[in-house]
């Protein structure tokens, strides 16, 4: 009999045991995840300011071909009419 | 109060007649339903551990990956040095009024006084307000 009652505190410390272990990992996962949002959402505004810094690096240089006095501003962020210093990958999502 | 004579529970003449060993069977088919259930409350639970290790693995990947990316940004001073375009595009503005409507689409309205004149048609016309905040995730 006593051994049957062992067998039942057993199990039922065991379940205990992986029901703890499972919610504290939940609660990991949970944090995880936010981070995980919060970096992704970094990311995005990081890829959308690269795009958008693209973008007003070609207008700069469509307005330098009808009014080359903004060339010296244009070479001190060291862009040339082909390439520019923000055309760097864009980082994967 | 006596059970015997309440009409909730009425003694049951024509039912079998309560063992020893019966009440022993019932409570070992207790035991065992308990036991089971125990045991499948145990698989479903190591089930879920197993799964979210799984998935705390994965977005712990994913976090060092995406920390890499925002670290890499923030070295690289990309923000530095578009602060530094746009006080000297600001600054352009102010000699080159005609310049006024590409640094307001980018970044608001500029110090120029005058009004600025229709944004070009395009996809980025309808944005308002400054487009390309300094520096990400601060």
Known sequence: ?93 | MSDSSSPLFPPSPAGPEVTLESLVADYQALRNAFHLTLVGLLILTGSLFVFFLREVSLARRQVVELSQVVADYEKSGFAARLENFRVQLQSFTQTHPDFNPIYSRYFGTSSVSQPSPAPRSGPASNLTGPRLPPTPGR
């Open chain 1, 1 to 93: 009999m006593a051994q049957k009652n062992m067998l039942t505190y057993f199990l039922v410390a065991l379940l205990l045991l992986t029901v703890l272990a499972t919610a504290g990992l939940t609660i990991y996962y949970v944090r995880k995840v936010r981070s995980w949002n919060m970096l992704q959402l970094q990311t995005a505004v990081i890829s959308r300011n690269r795009t958008l810094a693209n973008s007003l690096l070609n207008d700069a240089i469509e307005y330098s071909k009808r009014n080359p006095a903004i060339d010296p501003i244009l070479q001190s962020v060291g862009v040339t009419k082909r390439s520019g210093p923000f055309a760097t990958p864009t980082p994967k999502p």
